[in-house]
């Protein structure tokens, strides 16, 4: 061994009993919560498909003989969070577009466990049940599709483990190193998500205004996180779409009032109660058997059996009122913005506001757990309670993993179809898809299968694969609109297609049957050469590419 190089009992010897334990129950999660996305070869995540279109876009931007030149263009002035579509593109030139998709979820999957557990370090107790983190990465946000959000996750719970670090009593509120790393923290949550930054931003001034710090050093932690707040209020102040509030005072008058209108007759009381209920639905949601409900009920239980345990002698974290204040704040802030934040936000292009921070409050929550980090049983009792302790997070971990991963062989099975009529389509052209029919049998997720044509540039890769891209032109997609419209129809409405324009544009068509396409099914069916066919799902030439 060479000097000053430390072995690996050296570093082991340098962890702490609790954090061994949470390393070792750690590498049995870890290979459990990634084998999921090695079941399927497309994971079910409905905005999937379009943001790969997006990324297939950006990769080709520098072509000028793109097939989207005339039609989209990147964009990247004001900043906006577009680093998960980079990634995507950078990857996919790389990986392949389905590969660098799959290794982008399961670093954000992996790394949950490990930045709550960074989090409830920093709270000074124990960082074993930070394993319960690792089903909150197979929930709404990732079976939606909201890929930028996923990423994000593991960001924020480092960024609030980072500020917590400074904020404490005993933090380092003055050390440079540990403000620059606070710093470039929230500049990333930035540019991943804006809702996961803008929660984390919210947190830190709460935490930072109760944690009572001198003048100084309060300045010192919000000039840290001034970079990230500029380019926030830049994009909100240059990119404010059509209908929304130009400035942060009229967006929140916007948002309240929102909110009021969506709860209707109901009682704050009642909406109160329909909304904690929701939370569970939205944490882990979606399959069809209801399997993911009896998950996420488990792990709220499993986390109230950590409470009672703490009460226990020799598991109860010791007494610090700070610390303490600043658990409760946390978890307290997260779920006040759950509660008060509307379901849509139509002004601001934002959809299921609310349900997708169903993960953060829980991840909050399990990093406040008032465990111990050095647990001293004294009795058999406690000695129990301990096992279970380190026992449940890693049971209900591993398990909820296998479920996870039998649903997404179902799936695989259920899009079998669509994936072998769409290897019979060529490369190299433009491709509509026509769903009429979005049922799925295995996720609880509306709309799945409208999303799967526009897989067509990551299934068939080629310099001249085109799609139209949904979502762009919002005003958090790094993607505008150019001076020719795309003649594509909305994915959820489907008969609203121009069949003659749609066939003077497009080389193929895929379609999935169903009562709604009518007329325009009618017309492919009469006019387009069938290249494939399987279950419900067609692939059609519509011309020659050569006709161009």
């Not at 930072?208 to 707040?229: G, M």
């Not at 709860?263 to 209801?290: I, S």
Request: proline residues 8%; aromatic residues 8%.
């Amino acid at each position: 061994m060479r000097p000053g190089v430390p072995s690996l009992s050296a570093l082991g010897g340098a962890l702490d009993e609790d954090w061994r334990r949470f390393l070792f129950g750690y590498a049995i999660v870890l290979p459990a919560l990634l084998m999921p996305l090695a079941t399927t070869p497309i994971v079910p995540g409905l905005d999937f498909p379009f943001h790969l279109a997006i990324a297939d876009m950006l990769g080709k931007a520098s072509d000028p003989s793109s097939p989207y030149a005339s039609f989209y263009a990147p964009r990247h002035w004001p900043p906006l969070p577009s680093l998960p579509w980079l990634l995507l593109a950078y990857l996919g030139h790389w990986l392949g577009p389905i590969a660098a998709l799959k290794s982008l979820l399961a670093l954000a999957i992996g790394c949950l466990p490990l930045s709550v557990a960074a989090l409830a370090r920093a709270f000074r107790v124990s960082v074993t049940p930070a394993l319960l983190a690792g089903p909150l990465g197979y929930g709404l946000a990732l079976h939606y599709g909201f890929f930028g959000y996923t990423l994000s996750l593991p960001i924020f719970f480092a960024l609030m483990a980072a500020l917590v670090r400074v904020v404490r009593p005993d933090g380092t509120a003055s050390r440079p190193g540990a403000l620059l790393v606070l710093g470039a923290l929230a500049t990333l949550s930035f540019f991943l998500h804006l809702e996961s930054y803008a929660l984390a931003m919210a947190l830190s001034a709460l935490l930072l205004v109760a944690a009572r710090k001198p003048l100084a050093q309060t300045l010192a932690v919000a000039a840290s996180l001034c970079p990230s707040v500029a380019l926030f209020l830049l994009w909100q102040r240059t990119s404010a779409g059509a209908g929304a509030p130009p400035s942060l005072f009229g967006a929140l008058q916007d948002l309240l009032a929102t909110r009021r209108a969506e709860m209707g007759d109901l009682t704050v009381a009642r909406e109160l109660v329909r909304q904690l209920d929701g939370l569970r639905v939205h944490l882990l949601r979606g399959f069809k058997d209801g399997h993911n409900l009896v998950a996420s009920t488990l792990l709220v239980a499993t986390m109230l059996a950590f409470v009672l345990a703490s009460r226990a002698k020799g598991l109860k974290a010791p007494a610090d009122a700070p610390l303490s204040r600043l658990r409760v704040l946390a978890v307290v802030g997260a779920l006040f913005a759950y509660l008060i934040l509307p379901h849509h936000w139509d002004a601001h292009e934002a959809m299921s506001l609310s349900p997708r921070l169903a993960p953060l409050v829980v991840g909050l929550a399990i990093a406040a757990l008032p465990i111990a980090p050095s647990w001293t049983p004294n009795n058999g009792v406690g000695r129990s309670l301990a096992r279970v302790v380190a026992a449940g997070p890693l049971l209900l971990s591993v398990t909820y993993a296998s479920v996870v991963a039998r649903h997404y062989k179902s799936y695989a099975v259920e899009v079998g179809d669509f994936l072998h009529v769409m290897s019979r389509i060529p490369p190299g052209g433009r491709l509509v898809g026509l769903v009429g029919s979005d049922a799925s049998t295995v996720m609880n997720i509306e709309s799945l299968p409208r999303s799967l044509p526009s897989l067509y540039v990551a299934l068939r890769p080629h310099d001249k694969s085109m799609v139209a891209l949904r979502y762009c032109g919002m005003r958090h997609v790094p993607c505008s609109l150019g001076r020719i419209a795309v003649p594509a129809p909305n994915p959820w409405t489907p008969e609203a297609v121009d069949v003659s324009r749609a066939f003077d544009f497009f080389d193929y068509a895929i379609v999935r049957a169903g009562p709604a396409l009518g007329a325009p099914h009618r017309a492919l069916e009469a006019r387009a050469e069938v290249l494939a066919a399987k279950g419900e799902w067609v692939g059609y030439r519509l011309r020659r590419a050569s006709a161009r």
